[in-house]
Antibody
Framework: EGQLVESGGGLVQPGESLRLSCAVS????????MHWVRQAPGKGLVWVSR????????AYADSVRGRFTISRDTAKNTLYLQMNSLRSDDTAVYYC???????????WGQGTLVTVSS | DIQMTQSPSSLSASVGDRVTITCRAS??????LNWYQQKAGKAPALLIY???TLKSGVPSRFSGSGSGTEFTLTISSLQREDFATYYC?????????FGQGTKVEIK
């Protein structure tokens, strides 16, 4: 099934930047579309961004478009999320996940917590 | 964008109870509807895809049904390890969407 391990979360101040990484093992990430999904404390799941196989087609939720950038390094089998101009409402656990057949997500990483606070 | 609405938002049930959660889509989505289970402090985990296909390894007490705009997740006999939050999810071309979640608590 494979394993996804996120890293890079932490406490930052509003307006600062952070880069999240998602290290993939057990499958070749270059064969799949990949996504980021976030979950604010005590809230539900919210889709953030996706990237296609060659990395040429990306999409973002309205709330992060223009501030976040998704990318992938197939040689390292790693997915990234560059987050700029962070706001307090970006505080959440960020999960990376693999898309299956333009439909469902499986598996998921364990998540990395991003806290934006002054 | 397609919106997903789950009901109820929470429910209390006892071990052995039959539990049904409903998910409604704002537009017809055929059977492109998936269910996830999330236990406290853990990542979501896929339970059911394509509305009714059980992921390998998921207990048979879980089942899904529906098509179009209305879908259900049923747990035939609730077990202690099933107390969790459940999310439905659809994926159209540009923007996947999740329901707001249904928390299943112990009565």
């Amino acid at each position: 099934e494979g394993q996804l391990v996120e890293s890079g979360g932490g406490l930052v101040q509003p307006g600062e930047s952070l880069r999240l990484s998602c290290a993939v093992s057990g499958f070749n990430m270059s064969n799949y579309w990949m996504h980021w999904v976030r979950q604010a404390p005590g809230k539900g799941l919210v889709w953030v961004s996706r990237i296609n196989i060659p990395g040429t087609n990306v999409a973002y939720a309205d709330s992060v478009r223009g501030r976040f950038t998704i990318s992938r390094d197939t040689a390292k089998n790693t997915l990234y999320l560059q987050m700029n101009s962070l706001r307090s409402d970006d505080t959440a656990v960020y999960y990376c996940t693999r898309e299956m057949f333009l439909n469902w997500f499986d598996p998921w990483g364990q998540g990395t917590l991003v806290t934006v606070s002054s | 964008d397609i919106q997903m609405t789950q009901s109820p938002s929470s429910l209390s049930a006892s071990v052995g109870d039959r539990v049904t959660i409903t998910c409604r889509a704002s537009q017809r989505i055929n059977t492109f509807l998936n269910w996830y289970q999330q236990k406290a402090g853990k990542a979501p985990a896929l339970l059911i895809y394509d509305a009714s296909t059980l992921k390998s390894g998921v207990p048979s007490r879980f089942s899904g049904s529906g098509s179009g705009t209305e879908f259900t997740l049923t747990i035939s006999s609730l077990q202690r390890e099933d107390f969790a939050t459940y999310y439905c999810q659809q994926y159209n071309t540009y923007s996947p969407a999740f329901g707001q979640g249904t928390k299943v608590e112990i009565k």
